[in-house]
């Protein structure tokens, strides 16, 4: 069974703060990917990595930089968090082998910016 | 720019009653379609996938239909249940970036199953 964490549930962070969100999963998976899911925009590709040491922004990069420094553990980096930031940060990960494009996620982090 | 669009935010459905989720695309290099389920304060969750070169994928009471000259998509859940009641993601894939697969996501369906 596919197991993706996240560190923390719930997070409240003040402006200007340096976030750091953890991601670990245990299925020898190359890739990882970050979103935010905020309301009547579904989920939005913020960086994915297909390998370690490697990363591609995805749709959403601003703001934002990633760390992946073993294959299992991605980290989502706010540098100076904003209240714009305040959303719900999902993590994933998946083979990315064909056929199946299937990505498996964590439960979530809720932040809040203050 | 919205490549992915599900354009009801929610539905209503009576419990035993069938739903369909609908969700359309605009780029005809997506070459595989998926469909997740979300409970609040959880993750999503995979629950049918179809392939560009199928027009149909059953998997217990959920059927997924592809339309690829309309550039659609459905998700048909028969009968409904109340265990059913979640946010609804149509994913599409085929664009690369370095290799890896991605997903692009639609806005999500709020479904709601009534007793």
């Known amino acids: 069974d596919v197991k993706v964490t996240q560190s923390s549930r719930y997070l409240v962070k003040r402006t200007g703060e340096k976030v750091f969100l953890e991601c670990v999963q245990d299925m020898d998976h190359e890739n990882m990917f970050w979103y935010r899911q905020d309301p009547g925009l579904g989920l939005r590709l913020i960086y994915f990595?297909?390998?370690?040491?490697?990363?591609e922004k995805g749709d959403i990069p601003e703001g934002y930089s990633v760390s992946r420094e073993k294959k299992e553990r991605f980290s989502l980096i706010l540098e100076s968090a904003s209240t714009n930031q305040t959303s719900m940060y999902l993590c994933?990960?998946?083979?990315?082998?064909?056929?199946?494009?299937?990505?498996?996620f964590g439960p979530g982090t809720r932040l809040t910016v203050t | 720019d919205q490549q992915v669009k599900q354009n009801s935010p929610s539905l209503s459905v009576q419990e035993g009653r069938i739903s369909i989720l609908n969700c359309d695309y605009t780029?005809?290099?997506?070459?595989?379609f998926l469909w997740y389920k979300k409970y609040p304060a959880e993750g999503p969750t995979f629950l049918i996938s179809i392939s560009s070169i199928k027009d149909k994928n059953e998997d217990g009471r959920f059927t997924v239909f592809l339309n690829k000259s309309a550039k659609h998509l459905s998700l048909h859940i028969v009968p409904s249940q109340p265990g059913d009641s979640a946010v609804y993601f149509c994913a599409a894939s085929g664009l690369w970036g370095q290799g890896a697969q991605k997903l692009v996501f639609g806005q999500g369906t709020r479904l709601t199953i009534n007793p």
């Open positions: 994933a990960s998946s083979w990315g082998r064909e056929p199946s494009y299937e990505q498996y």
């Open positions: 990595s297909y390998d370690v040491k490697m990363k």
């Open positions: 780029n005809s290099m997506f070459d595989y």
